[in-house]
């Protein structure tokens, strides 16, 4: 279990650090060579450490659902996404409802079991818990939230200089 949380929380970690250097690239390159090369740079690391932590055995696909082969196409609409939602909303924000996101949607998913995934109940307590991380959004972007340079200038002196 304690492994769990810390692979959990390096994939935080890995997923806000990505999402800026994805931003930053983005910047220069735009959307779609961002994914693009986000994409093909990770097909390539993972092919590579694939093949060397598990060889030829890491092709054995054995029994797996159609629909799953096309989780690659769902990242590019991630990449997409995201980088744009980034550069809409910054990163603490984007990533904030990116995430909320994903809860709500896994909590839907797990509890009418969908994907293959096994059926856990619904409890009220796990609603509560969605809606407090999406209240505490709403509450980081009503106080402020991420404000710009000239505007964080103002405030604190009064007036831009």
Excluded: C
């Excluded at 304690?2 to 997923?15: E, K, M, P, Y």
């Excluded at 690239?25 to 735009?30: D, K, L, Q, T």
Aim: without cysteine; aromatic residues 12%.
């Amino acid at each position: 279990m304690i492994a769990g949380f810390i692979l959990a929380i390096t994939a935080g970690s890995l997923v806000g650090i990505q999402t800026i250097f994805n931003s930053k690239v983005s910047e220069r390159a735009g959307s779609w060579a961002t994914t693009a090369l986000v994409l093909g740079l990770g097909f390539a690391a993972s092919l590579g450490l694939g093949l060397l932590f598990e060889g030829k055995g890491m092709f054995a696909l054995h029994d797996m659902q159609l629909w799953y082969w096309f989780s690659g196409v769902i990242g590019v609409g991630v990449v997409i996404s995201l980088v744009n939602g980034i550069r809409l909303l910054g990163p603490t924000l984007g990533v904030s409802i990116m995430l909320s996101s994903q809860l709500g949607f896994a909590l839907l998913w797990d509890s009418f079991g969908w994907l293959g995934l096994e059926k856990v109940p619904f409890t009220p307590a796990k609603l509560l818990g969605v809606l407090i991380i999406v209240g505490g959004i709403v509450l980081f972007k009503w106080s402020g939230g991420r404000q710009t340079a000239k505007s964080a200038e103002t405030t604190k002196f009064g007036e831009a200089t």
